[in-house]
Structure formats: structure tokens, C-alpha cells
């Protein structure tokens, strides 16, 4: 696209100054933008969405795009940001801020860094009507946008507290409460380019069939996957609404839609996705050039088969609790060498087992509707569950405390190779052949790394 001085006077009169900047501006593409273009020529080109709010976990990945020159993508969803503080504490900004210091001591770039907003809408205040559920949605969205995040998902599937249980919510009313908090962000952005001359304005992620944030309440497997037909409904409900918004510049910036593909987790099966199946759904993109399939859990899907969705055109890859998941298996296999050097010692112990039991026991709001079973079950899943609901306590000032006593208790012993080879095997391997120390944070970051690497093969 190239705008010439002769057309931008004949335009002058019809057009804002503002509304000249984000049509100028599109003319630089978002990076988000520009990485899926690539799909024209390889349709094995993607890019994966770490969500998650661990700065272990997000310095892994941080590490691991700068090891590999490639961008990281990293966002934060309503529930754990807000303008509330959300589970984190943080607002948009206090995240934007964090994660951009841990992008300095990783010495990632900023212009490889995508920061995105997940599930933004009425999601947190979905026991609202709908007058003040919207009216929060459109404070956080523009919050979000304020803040310089510019992969805008905007997600108001869910139905409300004065919206009729029986009925399930339309394709026009979903679409129609996303147009209204896009005009928020696009006039958030507008603001936000004027104190920041090369901002990229913000591209869009929409959806009626979204699944929950977290993955599955129930261990269910019989996960359908979107129909065409339903798919053609969900994008021309929202291209109705965004055009009678005025939105039309707007919509030009919807680079995907959240579909279900046929992938899902719960606590203790993943459901695996199967190309036969979804083969109906990604034919149906042939009709929509430049547009890709968001897919939402995502997590513990084997390399082979991200890398099918992505062919399938599910370019877009989200994954949160795997991470976090990855994260909790080292410190416990950490945990395990603790015990085996310093039991016997005159050294305070982490007990991180035992300290974020106590955390989850103490509070169960994040677990309870989740794991269901026996005690002994249920006890089972709050440390091993592949929802990994653990995640959520990690900020917990005493879980917190722990983490780091195991760090520090790890960073002052030496560590025998017969040990890392019994606890952390794969790490074992990357020390034997130089490519990492024994520092805490080297053997968990490269853990973590592990789940990381599947999502780099299967989008590169």
C-alpha cells in the first residue's frame, strides 16, 4: 500500500487527521501481521502465543526467541490482568513494564516482542449485567490498548448475567458487543499513537466459539470441531457489526478467528488433534485470503501434530498451563535433589510441596470446580493436573518464598552429575555438552524450554 502526496490532499477533506494516522500507519505493518503474510508462500509458517505471567516461564521463552531469531509472542489475559490487578496484581501497564525487564536481562530486542491482550471483555464481570459488564470490558480493553499492547483479542462469548440462560448467546450479539469495544480500542489507539509516533496499530483476533481460558472443566473428549457453516456465520456476524460501527478500517485488521479445531486438555487427558477431522474446517480458509485460525489450548499436543494444525492453517498456537506445568516439574524434581543433599544438613529446606499445598488448601477458589473425585484424587490432581491450577499460586507471597529458598539451596551445593542425571535427565544432557550450567534457573528455564521447542518447530 502507498499513499501519495496527490491522494492525501484529495483526501484531506473527507478525512480526520487521526483517521489519517491509523490508515498511514498501516502501511507499516504489525510484526504479527508481517509473520503471517509469510503463509503465501509456506503455509508451514506460524507463530505461538506464550500466555502466562511467570517471569521463569517468560524468560524462557524470551531466551529461547532470541536463540532462535524468532519473535516472541507473549500475552496477558483478562483474569490475570486488569485494571482491577487481576490474579497478578498488575494492571496493563505495571505488565508491559515487568515484561519489558525481563526482556532486557534476556537481552531480547523490543522490536521481536508482541505483547497481546487474551480474552479481553466482559469475562471477569461475566456475573454482571450486561450495562456493567461492558462498561468494565471497554475500560480494560482500553487500558490494554494505552498501554502499547497491539494483538488485540477481543472475546465476548460468554453470556451474561441478564442475558437469557436458555439460549445461546447469537453470532449478531457477540459480534455486536465486540464492535462496541473495538471502537474503544481504535479510539484508545488513536491517543496512544499521538504520544508514540511508531506505534503499529493494533491487530484483531474475533470468535463466537471460544473455548474457556485454563482448558477444560470436565474430562471430556468428545470436543467437536468447528463446522464451516458456523465458522462463515461467525465472520460475516462480525463483519456486519464492525461495518454498521464504522469500522471498516478496523476490521481490515482482524488477522484471525478463534476456532476449535478439535484440541482441548482438562485435568488429567488431552484430546489430540486429527487432521481428518478438521479437514472441512481449514478448507473453508481457501474463501479468505490472509486470514488464519486462532487455536486456544493448545497445550500438550505432540510436536507432529501442532505442526499439522499449522499446515491446517491454525497458525496462530495459544499455550499457557503447559508452560507453568513444565515450570512445576522442575522445581519439584529440584526439590527432590534438595532433599537428597541437605536433609541431613544444618540448611532450612524449601518444603515447596508442602508450602503450596497448604497455599491451594488455604484458598481453593482457583481449583475446586475443576478437580472432582476422591480426596486422595483430588489431592493427586492439584500437583500433577495438566490444568495445571497450581500456576495461580505461584505469586503467593509464601509459595513464592519457597521457589526462591529452592533456588538459592540449589545455587549453593554442588550438585553430583548422577543426581541431575536421575532427576532432570534431558537437562543432564544439555550440561554434559556445555550448552547450560547447573544454576537453578539454567535447569529450570531449559526445562521449560523443552514444551518451548515444540511450538518453534511446529510454527518455523
Not at 529440584?334 to 543433599?341: K, M, R
Amino acid at each position: 500500500m502507498e499513499i501519495t502526496e496527490q491522494d492525501e490532499a484529495s483526501n484531506k477533506s473527507s478525512l480526520n487527521v487521526n483517521t489519517k494516522n491509523i490508515i498511514v500507519r498501516m502501511i507499516k505493518l504489525n510484526p504479527l501481521t508481517e509473520r503471517l503474510s509469510q503463509r503465501n508462500k509456506n503455509k508451514n509458517i506460524g507463530i505461538y502465543s506464550a500466555c502466562t505471567a511467570n517471569d521463569i516461564t517468560l524468560a524462557a521463552v524470551m531466551e529461547r526467541a532470541v536463540e532462535t531469531n524468532t519473535l516472541a509472542l507473549i500475552e496477558a489475559t483478562a483474569n490475570q490482568v486488569n485494571q482491577y490487578g487481576g490474579y497478578t496484581g498488575m494492571q496493563p501497564a505495571d505488565f508491559v513494564a515487568y515484561i519489558q525487564k525481563i526482556a532486557d536481562s534476556t537481552d531480547l530486542s523490543l522490536n521481536k516482542l508482541i505483547l497481546g491482550g487474551d480474552h479481553l471483555g466482559p469475562l471477569t464481570w461475566q456475573n454482571e449485567p450486561e450495562e456493567s459488564a461492558m462498561a468494565k470490558a471497554e475500560i480494560l480493553v482500553r487500558d490494554f490498548v494505552l498501554a502499547g499492547f497491539t494483538k488485540i483479542h477481543l472475546d465476548t462469548s460468554m453470556r451474561l448475567a441478564d442475558d437469557d440462560k436458555k439460549k445461546i448467546l447469537s453470532d449478531e450479539i457477540i459480534a455486536q458487543r465486540a464492535a462496541r469495544l473495538c471502537r474503544v480500542a481504535e479510539d484508545a489507539f488513536i491517543e496512544y499513537s499521538n504520544k508514540n509516533k511508531n506505534a503499529y496499530a493494533p491487530v484483531y483476533i474475533v470468535g463466537s466459539e471460544v473455548p474457556i481460558p485454563g482448558g477444560a472443566i470436565e474430562n471430556d473428549e468428545s470436543v467437536s470441531v468447528t463446522l464451516p457453516e458456523q465458522f462463515k456465520n461467525t465472520y460475516c456476524a462480525f463483519r456486519d457489526q464492525f461495518q454498521k460501527a464504522g469500522l471498516e478500517v478496523a476490521f481490515e485488521r482482524v488477522i484471525g478467528v478463534v476456532v476449535q479445531p478439535g484440541v482441548e486438555f482438562s485435568d488429567l487427558t488431552v484430546t489430540e488433534y486429527d487432521h481428518t477431522k478438521a479437514s472441512r474446517l481449514s478448507g473453508v480458509l481457501l474463501e479468505y485470503p490472509g486470514l488464519v485460525f486462532e487455536g486456544h489450548s493448545t497445550d500438550y499436543q505432540t510436536r507432529e501434530k501442532l505442526k499439522e494444525m499449522v499446515n491446517d492453517g491454525v497458525a496462530i498456537l495459544k499455550v499457557g498451563p503447559a508452560l507453568t506445568y513444565a515450570l512445576r516439574q522442575g522445581l519439584f524434581a529440584l526439590q527432590d535433589i534438595e532433599c537428597e543433599l541437605l536433609a541431613e544438613q544444618d540448611v532450612a529446606l524449601s518444603d515447596f510441596r508442602a508450602v503450596l499445598e497448604k497455599a491451594m488448601l488455604s484458598n481453593p477458589i482457583y481449583w475446586q470446580k475443576y478437580y472432582h473425585g476422591q480426596p486422595s484424587e483430588i489431592a493427586l490432581k492439584r500437583k500433577y493436573s495438566f490444568s495445571d491450577r497450581c500456576r495461580y499460586y505461584l505469586p503467593n507471597p509464601d509459595v513464592s518464598s519457597a521457589i526462591q529458598r529452592l533456588i538459592h539451596n540449589i545455587d549453593h551445593v554442588d550438585v553430583p552429575m548422577s543426581l541431575l542425571e536421575q532427576y532432570m535427565p534431558l537437562e543432564y544432557r544439555k550440561f554434559r555438552s556445555g550448552e547450560i550450567d547447573k544454576s537453578a534457573q539454567s535447569l529450570l528455564k531449559e526445562h521449560i524450554k523443552g514444551y518451548i521447542n515444540d511450538y518453534i518447530y511446529a510454527t518455523t
